[in-house]
């Protein structure tokens, strides 16, 4: 029996290799360089104690990059939740071209990242972009959406709800579709119209469902770096820039391996933290509103 | 039966690693004999059989070591030559199409890899620090010599003497020379100038009205004061009479896009004291950065002023954008490479013999670093910026297939078309580029054409140039200090705190580098500055 298990442990042996090919020893060696003076013209893995963290801890713009993501991914994120779950609700129930709307629904999701952010670019551009051309018609003054702090933010934030709300409508839409059908039966007796039937009986159910929703995209927002890298490169001066595009200055372009290893360890750390407290606080908001 | 298997696999796999290691560790190769010449000596030369976009220029192949004729003799049949270079089309096209006919020429294999501006220094560095020959022939900018320098081979004495090389303007020599070596193969010559729409700063009704407006004459500017005054004057005002407004300045502003060496020239002249050396950027002795000294705030206060003549998107305009702004004459002035005024030249242009070349402003007072005070006196400095360059590897297995291929590159048929198709990046490096009438031959007008060629030949007499921080790390440098300038035009900072912040990271970058280590590179730049 004991021969017997231990033989059934082997099999799992393919996938704790795997895992540890692909997730342990990266994640080791990067706390390895983090503690190494790797950089452009030292590429050694000497050992230089906690300097790089040290300088890390008076970097203002990792910081401020960092501040900037959960303002910009709690933004967005709240915004995409809430367009999501209304357009999951007009194609819910039989609505005309229910179909055509889903697959239009999801087109931006489906366009590259980098892609959208440069067309976005040109939607934006100050002189030659519609979006000025409409204000003009208005009679508003031009904004400069990219070249100016406030603005290019904005930008931003509505480049990432374009793009990830239709992932948000697919999960919340999934969710809607799995519900079963005797509450709201229930409800239509009682005689409860739309708003109250909404409130008292879809949104509590959808509850799981958006928690798990709304993490899923924090934690792909937490990632945010590719449009940056196309709509503002992290400008004007440092205003729009992530931990990710920082790193990837930092890391890639200046290659400063050690210093960037540590920053992103730090990062790593703090997304987790600030995650797993999150999804505790989000089950606990939503279960109170199930539970009332 | 599955232990013979094992061992059979164990064997393969000795035998792979071993023909992996030999093939990494062959010495140089034996080339073989020479071949007769596809080329007689004098043919002509044209690109139009390579592409419809191609001028249908022709020009005569010159005699010498690096001619079609003398490369065609060479038989590199059988061999492969690996080259890493930028992206198409800037320095990137140019590359491909010598390959292609090298290629033709030479029976040679020719890669090229193109790649990013932004992934070029890593993908170059990283296999060179590894010791791995991944490339043989490099393209990249010249600055970044304080990394390549220990990783390359020195231009060999043949090549060193032949006629192009001998015509290379001192200057570019400099460049391509490191610790005494000659370990860069030049292949373009950049500076940073000035560029005014003449029609608009010539026209007498324009000169009344700027005299009317402001008291003072006006003229191409000779100082960044003087600069501010005319972009001003003309922002917003419709010079070309085509219903659009057009603007005072197109400047490089979007920060991971060479901003930083657009504010290097607007800092020069007040950094760049003629009677004061030992360094710019730092203090050689001690190596503090100087980059938060008042000239550079000087500089930075002025390219904040300079916003409010900008076009619309100017505080975020890419090199790509100052090109298309000024060349496409919306802007009435601009500073920085070539390639702008290439730009206005080209023959579809609605600029086209309506501009002019300068030297990059000056201003009436230095900044003296010792007494810690400015003098007042007018002072000039030009700026030798980065351009292109090329070099080849230590650890390429054929170092005169390799020579060769960038002697072909640049043999005098080359690049006498190469300079003339502006996308190429391929800007004047040797004696012969100034000289007007090879301009006029391009239907340039002859002011136009001498405008540009004394602008150009009158930077290589000064005393008082400004050359890159050619040092290891160099683009971690030029990233903070592109950071602390775009700080400074996004308002986030005023221009003293953000060149603070940059004077602090460069501290940090020194010390993670090695204080002695970027003393040492510095040095070679300090000497050709205090020339």
Same mark, same amino acid.
């Given at each position: 029996?004991?021969?017997?298990?231990?033989?059934?442990?082997?099999?799992?042996?393919?996938?704790?290799?795997?895992?540890?090919?692909?997730?342990?020893?990266?994640?080791?060696?990067?706390?390895?360089?983090?503690?190494?003076?790797? +950089?452009? $013209?030292?590429?050694?893995?000497?050992?230089?104690?906690?300097?790089?963290?040290?300088?890390?801890?008076?970097? $203002?713009?990792?910081?401020?990059?960092?501040?900037?993501?959960?303002?910009?991914?709690?933004?967005?994120?709240?915004?995409?939740?809430?367009?999501?779950?209304?357009?999951?609700?007009?194609?819910? !129930?039989?609505?005309?071209?229910?179909?055509?709307?889903?697959?239009?629904?999801?087109?931006?999701?489906?366009?590259?990242?980098?892609?959208?952010?440069?067309?976005?670019?040109?939607?934006?551009? #100050?002189?030659?972009?519609?979006? +000025?051309?409409?204000?003009?018609?208005?009679?508003?003054?031009?904004?400069?959406?990219?070249? #100016?702090?406030?603005?290019?933010?904005?930008?931003?934030?509505?480049?990432?709800?374009?793009?990830?709300?239709?992932?948000?409508?697919?999960?919340?839409?999934?969710?809607?579709?799995?519900?079963?059908?005797?509450?709201?039966?229930?409800?239509?007796?009682?005689?409860?119209?739309?708003?109250?039937?909404?409130?008292?009986?879809?949104?509590?159910?959808?509850?799981?469902?958006?928690?798990?929703?709304?993490?899923? !995209?924090?934690?792909?927002?937490?990632?945010?770096?590719?449009?940056?890298?196309?709509?503002?490169?992290?400008?004007?001066?440092?205003?729009?820039?992530?931990?990710?595009?920082?790193?990837?200055?930092?890391?890639?372009?200046?290659?400063?391996?050690?210093?960037?290893?540590?920053? $992103?360890?730090?990062?790593?750390?703090?997304?987790?933290?600030?995650?797993?407290?999150?999804?505790?606080?989000?089950? !606990?908001?939503?279960?109170?509103?199930?539970?009332? | 039966? /599955?232990?013979?298997?094992?061992?059979?696999?164990?064997?393969?796999?000795?035998?792979?690693?071993?023909?992996?290691?030999?093939?990494?560790?062959?010495? =140089?190769?034996?080339?073989?004999?020479?071949?007769?010449?596809?080329?007689?000596?004098?043919?002509?030369?044209?690109?139009?059989?390579?592409?419809?976009?191609?001028?249908?220029?022709?020009?005569?192949?010159?005699?010498?070591?690096?001619?079609?004729? *003398?490369?065609?003799?060479?038989?590199? *049949?059988?061999?492969?030559?690996?080259?890493?270079?930028?992206?198409?089309?800037?320095?990137?096209?140019?590359?491909?199409?010598?390959?292609?006919?090298?290629?033709?020429?030479? @029976?040679?294999?020719?890669?090229?890899?193109?790649?990013?501006?932004?992934?070029?220094?890593?993908?170059?560095?990283?296999?060179?620090?590894? @010791?791995?020959?991944?490339?043989?022939?490099?393209?990249?900018? *010249?600055? &970044?010599?304080?990394?390549?320098?220990?990783?390359?081979?020195?231009?060999?004495?043949?090549?060193?003497?032949?006629?192009?090389?001998?015509?290379?303007?001192?200057?570019?020599?400099?460049?391509?020379?490191?610790?005494?070596?000659?370990?860069?193969?030049?292949?373009?010559?950049?500076?940073?100038?000035?560029?005014? /729409?003449?029609?608009?700063?010539?026209?007498?009704? /324009?000169?009344?009205?700027?005299?009317?407006?402001?008291?003072?004459?006006?003229?191409?500017?000779? %100082?960044?004061?003087?600069?501010?005054?005319?972009?001003?004057?003309?922002?917003?005002?419709?010079?070309?009479?085509?219903?659009?407004?057009?603007?005072?300045?197109?400047?490089?502003?979007?920060?991971?896009?060479?901003?930083?060496?657009?504010?290097?020239?607007?800092?020069?002249?007040?950094?760049?004291?003629?009677?004061?050396?030992?360094?710019?950027?730092?203090?050689?002795?001690?190596?503090?950065?100087?980059?938060?000294?008042?000239?550079?705030?000087?500089?930075?206060?002025?390219?904040?002023?300079?916003?409010?003549? &900008?076009?619309?998107?100017?505080?975020?305009?890419?090199?790509?954008?100052?090109?298309?702004?000024?060349?496409?004459?919306?802007?009435?002035?601009?500073?920085?490479?070539?390639?702008?005024?290439?730009?206005?030249?080209? =023959?579809?242009?609605?600029?086209?013999?309506?501009?002019?070349?300068?030297?990059?402003?000056? *201003?009436?007072?230095?900044?003296?670093?010792?007494?810690?005070?400015?003098?007042?006196? =007018?002072?000039?400095?030009?700026?030798?910026? &980065?351009?292109?360059?090329?070099?080849?590897?230590?650890?390429?297995?054929?170092?005169?297939?390799?020579?060769?291929?960038?002697?072909?590159?640049?043999?005098?048929?080359?690049?006498?078309?190469?300079?003339?198709?502006?996308?190429?990046?391929?800007?004047?490096?040797?004696?012969?580029?100034?000289?007007?009438?090879?301009?006029?031959?391009?239907?340039?007008?002859?002011?136009?054409?001498?405008?540009?060629?004394?602008?150009?030949?009158?930077?290589?007499?000064?005393?008082?140039?400004?050359?890159?921080?050619?040092?290891?790390?160099?683009?971690?440098?030029?990233?903070?200090?592109?950071?602390?300038?775009?700080?400074?035009?996004?308002?986030?900072?005023?221009?003293?705190?953000?060149?603070?912040?940059?004077?602090?990271?460069?501290?940090?970058? %020194?010390?993670?580098?090695?204080?002695?280590?970027?003393?040492?590179?510095?040095?070679?730049?300090?000497?050709?500055?205090?020339?």
């Amino acid at each position: 029996m004991e021969a017997l298990r231990r033989h059934k442990s082997m099999f799992l042996l393919p996938g704790l290799l795997t895992l540890a090919l692909i997730i342990i020893f990266p994640l080791l060696f990067t706390i390895r360089v983090s503690f190494s003076g790797w +950089n452009v $013209s030292n590429p050694q893995l000497d050992f230089i104690g906690g300097a790089n963290y040290t300088a890390m801890l008076h970097d $203002s713009r990792f910081w401020a990059s960092i501040m900037r993501l959960v303002l910009l991914a709690g933004g967005t994120v709240l915004i995409q939740y809430v367009i999501g779950f209304g357009m999951a609700l007009l194609v819910w !129930r039989e609505a005309r071209g229910r179909r055509l709307w889903r697959v239009l629904f999801l087109v931006p999701m489906m366009t590259t990242p980098v892609v959208m952010a440069a067309i976005w670019q040109m939607i934006f551009h #100050e002189s030659l972009g519609p979006v +000025n051309d409409l204000l003009g018609m208005l009679g508003l003054s031009k904004v400069p959406w990219l070249t #100016e702090s406030g603005p290019a933010l904005v930008a931003l934030m509505t480049v990432e709800v374009w793009q990830w709300t239709p992932f948000m409508f697919l999960l919340l839409l999934a969710g809607l579709l799995s519900l079963p059908k005797e509450p709201f039966m229930a409800a239509a007796i009682d005689g409860a119209g739309p708003w109250r039937t909404f409130r008292k009986v879809t949104f509590p159910l959808m509850a799981p469902v958006s928690v798990a929703a709304i993490i899923i !995209r924090l934690i792909e927002a937490s990632k945010l770096s590719d449009s940056v890298y196309v709509l503002t490169s992290g400008g004007p001066g440092s205003s729009t820039e992530t931990p990710g595009y920082y790193l990837y200055i930092q890391g890639l372009r200046d290659q400063q391996t050690g210093y960037s290893g540590a920053m $992103s360890l730090t990062y790593l750390v703090l997304m987790i933290v600030t995650l797993t407290v999150a999804a505790a606080l989000l089950a !606990r908001a939503f279960k109170l509103k199930g539970d009332s | 039966m /599955r232990n013979s298997s094992y061992k059979g696999v164990v064997a393969a796999a000795i035998v792979v690693a071993l023909t992996a290691t030999a093939c990494t560790g062959q010495g =140089p190769v034996e080339n073989k004999p020479d071949k007769p010449a596809l080329f007689k000596p004098g043919s002509e030369i044209s690109y139009s059989k390579y592409s419809k976009s191609y001028p249908k220029t022709k020009v005569r192949d010159v005699p010498g070591p690096c001619s079609y004729e *003398s490369i065609s003799r060479k038989d590199y *049949s059988g061999q492969t030559l690996k080259i890493i270079s930028h992206a198409i089309p800037v320095i990137g096209e140019p590359t491909q199409l010598h390959a292609e006919q090298f290629e033709e020429i030479t @029976g040679a294999k020719v890669e090229v890899i193109n790649v990013p501006f932004g992934e070029l220094h890593q993908k170059i560095l990283t296999p060179l620090q590894a @010791g791995q020959p991944a490339y043989d022939v490099m393209f990249y900018p *010249s600055l &970044w010599v304080g990394d390549m320098a220990p990783h390359l081979a020195p231009v060999p004495k043949k090549y060193l003497d032949t006629p192009g090389m001998k015509d290379v303007t001192k200057a570019y020599m400099d460049v391509a020379t490191w610790d005494g070596k000659v370990v860069q193969y030049p292949v373009d010559g950049d500076r940073h100038y000035l560029k005014v /729409r003449t029609d608009v700063l010539g026209d007498p009704k /324009r000169q009344a009205a700027y005299k009317a407006a402001t008291g003072k004459d006006l003229r191409t500017p000779r %100082t960044w004061a003087e600069y501010q005054e005319v972009a001003a004057f003309f922002s917003g005002k419709d010079v070309d009479g085509d219903g659009k407004p057009n603007f005072g300045s197109a400047e490089v502003t979007k920060r991971d896009d060479l901003t930083f060496s657009a504010f290097i020239s607007r800092a020069a002249p007040y950094v760049k004291h003629p009677d004061v050396g030992g360094g710019l950027f730092f203090d050689l002795e001690t190596m503090e950065p100087l980059i938060n000294t008042p000239g550079f705030v000087r500089a930075l206060e002025d390219m904040v002023k300079a916003k409010s003549t &900008w076009a619309p998107g100017g505080a975020n305009f890419g090199l790509g954008d100052e090109i298309l702004s000024f060349g496409g004459g919306q802007s009435v002035m601009s500073y920085s490479w070539d390639d702008a005024f290439i730009q206005g030249q080209q =023959p579809d242009g609605t600029i086209r013999n309506k501009i002019g070349a300068a030297p990059l402003p000056g *201003s009436d007072e230095a900044y003296n670093r010792t007494t810690k005070a400015w003098d007042k006196k =007018p002072n000039q400095a030009p700026y030798f910026t &980065w351009g292109w360059t090329s070099a080849v590897a230590k650890a390429a297995r054929n170092q005169d297939m390799a020579f060769d291929y960038l002697c072909f590159f640049s043999n005098e048929a080359n690049t006498a078309l190469d300079l003339t198709i502006g996308r190429f990046g391929v800007n004047p490096y040797r004696k012969a580029h100034f000289d007007a009438k090879f301009w006029e031959r391009q239907g340039w007008e002859k002011d136009v054409a001498e405008s540009y060629v004394h602008t150009l030949s009158g930077m290589e007499s000064s005393t008082n140039r400004v050359f890159d921080l050619r040092v290891p790390g160099v683009n971690g440098y030029m990233s903070a200090l592109a950071n602390g300038v775009a700080a400074a035009l996004a308002g986030q900072q005023a221009p003293q705190r953000a060149l603070d912040d940059v004077a602090a990271e460069w501290e940090r970058i %020194t010390d993670r580098i090695g204080k002695d280590k970027v003393r040492t590179a510095y040095r070679h730049v300090v000497a050709l500055e205090d020339n």
